[in-house]
């Protein structure tokens, strides 16, 4: 484990050096080079986090971005710490330090070479030109304000910094490093939390409908119905799995149904399996079929709109028979299966938790916070950038572009003169 050097006085100490963490010392350095930064992290080796994003690939932006794409924060604030790193800008940056991007389906942004490792290797690489002590290994475990600054416990040891980046991430993935000491860190520092959640997380479903459908993809559009308040509509790929669903609907779903759980008490969820469908165009669809192909059974029929053993499962439940000929099929087993396709019950236990959540909901809230600077409203001289701020993304690159931004708008203020 590499030594901290004591000798001279640290001017920023960034606790955690993920993704936030390196951008707000990489763009702090390249402000002002004659700082002294060290970033400190708990974990034995760095960015276990980026290297497992993206499906190992890292999706590091997305070529559209508003604060439309984000929950939990101010609209307003959220707006505003994006402006101040756009998209062009994010992808010059990682021009400069030697990764070109490439765009792919729903304006996700990889690297050309599409491995996450290029992405770390880059950060790392910059990082160290400008000088930053980057200490892996090195856990914060308290702050306290002294005359100094801040004085940071460090394994045992003392670490006195002028100012101090709190960039530890939420308690997503607790593998990576990111176990939620941050919040607490946060907190004898004299902020408030709002209650945490898992999002981006698969979630279970009760019941067996969906055993035998693991493995199939489809469209779909979830609707999550809070007991009270509006529902929230979510449309994308769906994966059946062993234990209920995943892939980009049910992940973006996730949130919104523990925040509904936890906020308003109760929460129910359906899926649409013909998304953009109304109950009348369904059906009409249905009828219209029935007048062209008579004779045609109706399994056949439907699994030219969904896939066939997504049919085979839904005919079986509503105890409809596949083999009954279109003409056949009575308006009242017409209409419960229009309403199944639209309204399908998808009665969600749980997710599977924050041990495979990509993202954390709830934090340090984002008011707490000077949306300029990044600097602490109750605790001047800390900044907090990233996962730890009550903000999460959906799915897509929203999440990394979150901490570039953040860890941009921190250099701006840790850098400003007086
Ligand atoms: C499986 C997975 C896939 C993902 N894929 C994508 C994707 O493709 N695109 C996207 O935009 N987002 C993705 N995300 C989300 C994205 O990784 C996070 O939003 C982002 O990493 C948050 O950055 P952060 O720096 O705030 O926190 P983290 O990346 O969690 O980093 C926090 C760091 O702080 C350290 N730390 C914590 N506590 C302490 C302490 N007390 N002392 C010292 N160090 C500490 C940790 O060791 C860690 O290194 C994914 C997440 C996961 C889990």
């Known amino acids: 484990m590499q030594p901290i050097d004591r000798s001279s006085p640290v001017d920023i100490a960034i606790v955690g050096a993920g993704a936030a963490g390196l951008a707000t010392g990489i763009f702090a350095a ?12 708990g974990a034995a080796k760095l960015g276990a986090k980026i290297l497992i994003s993206g499906g190992g690939r890292c999706n590091v932006t997305n070529r559209i971005i508003s604060a439309d794409d984000y929950c939990g924060g101010n609209v307003h604030l959220v707006r505003r710490i994006l ?21 792919e389906e729903y304006g996700k942004l990889f690297p050309d070479t599409n491995r996450a490792r ?21 856990r914060v475990t308290a702050i306290e304000r002294c005359n100094e600054g801040f004085r940071l416990s460090v394994g045992g040891e003392a670490l006195a910094a002028q100012k101090v980046v ?3 991430g939420g308690l997503s993935y607790p593998k990576t490093g990111s176990d939620g000491t941050g ?7 004299g902020h408030t939390l709002t209650p945490t959640t898992p999002a981006l997380a698969p979630l279970i479903l009760d019941g067996d ?37 995943s892939g980009p609907a049910a992940l973006d779903a996730s949130r919104h149904w523990h925040r509904a759980g936890l906020e308003q008490g109760g929460v129910s969820m359906s899926a649409s399996f013909l998304p953009g469908e109304s109950f009348e165009t369904a059906e009409a669809g249905l009828v219209a079929k029935a007048g062209a192909q008579p004779r045609a059974l109706l399994h056949t029929v439907l699994s030219t709109m969904l896939p066939a053993r997504v049919a085979t499962a839904m005919l079986k439940q509503l105890r409809i028979s596949e083999r009954v000929q279109m003409a056949h099929l009575t308006r009242d087993d017409r209409r419960r299966l229009v309403r199944g396709l639209l309204e399908w019950p998808m009665p969600i236990m749980d997710s599977r938790g924050y041990a495979h959540a990509e993202v954390t909901a709830g934090g340090v809230p984002l008011t707490e916070v000077n949306a300029a600077t990044m600097e602490s409203r109750v605790c001047p001289g800390l900044y907090l950038v990233g996962e730890i701020l009550d903000v999460e993304g959906r799915l897509g690159g929203f999440n990394f ?9 921190a250099a701006g203020g840790l850098t400003r003169p007086g």
């Open 30 to 41: 390249r402000r002002d080079p004659s700082l002294r930064i060290v970033a400190l992290d």
């Open 83 to 103: 402006a101040a790193l756009p998209v062009e800008a994010t992808i010059t940056f990682f021009r400069e330090i030697g990764v070109s991007l490439h765009e």
């Open 118 to 138: 290029t992405v770390l290797d880059a950060l790392l690489g910059e990082a160290r030109r400008l000088g930053i002590e980057i200490r892996c290994g090195r």
């Open 166 to 168: 709190l960039a530890t």
């Open 183 to 189: 919040y607490q860190l946060a907190s004898s520092l």
């Open 209 to 245: 409908f969906h055993t035998a459908l693991s493995g199939i993809a489809h469209e779909v559009e979830l609707t999550i119905r809070p007991a009270e308040g509006k529902a929230v509509r979510i449309r994308g790929p769906m994966l059946w799995t062993h234990f209920g669903i």
């Open 401 to 409: 572009q979150w901490a570039w931004c953040t860890g941009f708008v």
